[in-house]
């Protein structure tokens, strides 16, 4: 088990490694194995690349950000600017469904609204538009509209999980409540492994929602 002075030399050597992350403004405290990053940055998605940045190193319980987006004069652009931006990349996307998800922004902080039917048509959606230029925040509010049967979810997702090696002697624990939520529960090893446990429940299809109560083994 890392030392909290250990795991905060892994992080600062994480992020220093990362190209996309300028480390030196970027503070790292850690404190029983929950860190935090604090600091400041030029463009969001330098922000969201620190946290993953992050959560890469083993040890890893849980992430407290407290990073602020300051954008340099020459990104900055009015809402109107970053949300037609927003909704030109969008539109150009093969795999997002058309006008079904709106773009609303203000004080430089998109807002995505609207339906999809995979958890990676929600993901890619953000990726589309973090980056672009002005913009110093994102929710997204997609939600999922299955149109798969759940009878067979429960033994796609364990049989993900076998194949990542991530059903050991604690293991991963699969349930299903309602139409479509899964809830996810055991111990992992580390930080990645429990997101590529969320990443397999999500990548099944029918899954609406994944409450992950999966704890890190320290």
């Excluded at 987006?69 to 037609?84: E, T």
């Excluded at 995979?118 to 230029?133: I, N, S, T």
Aim: aromatic share 4%; hydrophobic share 45%; with cysteine.
């Amino acid at each position: 088990m890392k030392t909290d002075f250990q795991l905060q030399h892994d992080v600062l050597a994480e992020l220093v490694w990362e190209p996309s992350v300028n480390a030196a403004r970027i503070g790292v405290e850690v404190k029983d194995g929950v860190v935090t990053l604090a600091g400041h940055v030029d463009h969001y998605s330098e922000k969201k690349n620190a946290v993953r940045a992050a959560q890469r190193v083993s040890g890893v319980v849980a992430l407290a950000i407290e990073i602020e987006v300051r954008l340099p004069g020459p990104s900055q652009r009015d809402d109107a600017d970053i949300s037609r931006a927003a909704a030109t990349v969008l539109s150009l996307m093969a795999k997002l469904p058309k006008d079904q998800i709106t773009v609303m922004v203000e004080g430089g902080w998109i807002t995505l609204s609207g339906n999809v039917e995979w958890e990676y048509q929600r993901v890619m959606a953000e990726e589309c538009v973090h980056h672009l230029m002005g913009v110093c925040g994102l929710s997204n509010h997609l939600t999922l509209e299955p149109k798969q049967p759940m009878h067979t979810v429960i033994g796609g997702i364990e049989a993900a999980l076998q194949r990542r090696a991530l059903m050991g002697t604690h293991g991963v624990k699969v349930e299903i409540h309602g139409a479509a939520d899964i809830t996810l529960s055991g111990y992992v090893h580390s930080w990645a492994e429990r997101e590529q446990a969320r990443h397999a429940a999500w990548s099944t299809p029918g899954v609406r929602v994944v409450v992950d109560k999966i704890k890190v083994l320290l």
